[in-house]
DNA sequence: AGCCTGACAGATA
DNA sequence: GTATCTGCCAGGC
C-alpha cells in the first residue's frame, strides 16, 4: 500500500483550491461559499460548503459564510468568539455577520 | 443506472 | 421580514 499521508494529502486539487483562498481571507473579514467558487472560476457554493465540511478545521472555516452571513448551528458559538475577537462585524441578535461591512472580495 | 443528501443561492410569493 | 421551490453538482448507497 501506499505510505502514510497527511490529512492534506490525500484531499482532492478543489479542495486544496479552495482551503489556499481561506487562509488568504484577512482578519475580520469573511467571503461566502459562492464568493470562493466565483474567485476560483471553479465549483459551484455547495462544492465549496462540501470541502469546507470535509477539511475547514484545518483554516480559518469562520471566515467563510452562506449568503446570509450564517454558519450551521454547531458552529455558529465557536465562530461568534472568534468574531469577537478579531473585532469582525457581527450581529449577535441575527447570529450572523455583517456582511456589507466585512465581505472579503479577494484584493489586498 | 437511479435516488438521496448536502457547512448553498437566487427567484418567487 | 419568512417560507418554499428550483438549480446546482459531487459523492454515497
Request: neutral net charge; glycine residues 10%.
Amino acid at each position: 500500500m501506499t505510505e502514510s499521508i497527511g490529512p492534506a494529502a490525500e484531499a482532492p486539487e478543489f479542495v486544496r483550491l479552495v482551503l489556499d483562498v481561506v487562509r488568504r481571507i484577512p482578519q475580520a473579514q469573511v467571503m461566502t461559499y459562492g464568493d470562493i467558487a466565483e474567485f476560483l472560476e471553479r465549483g459551484t457554493a455547495r462544492q465549496v460548503g462540501a470541502a469546507m465540511a470535509g477539511y475547514g478545521s484545518a483554516v480559518p472555516w469562520w471566515r467563510v459564510v452562506n449568503a446570509s452571513g450564517q454558519l450551521p448551528e454547531q458552529l455558529r458559538g465557536r465562530a461568534a468568539a472568534e468574531y469577537f475577537a478579531e473585532g469582525t462585524p457581527y450581529d449577535p441578535e441575527r447570529e450572523r455577520v455583517r456582511l456589507a461591512r466585512c465581505r472579503w472580495d479577494g484584493s489586498a
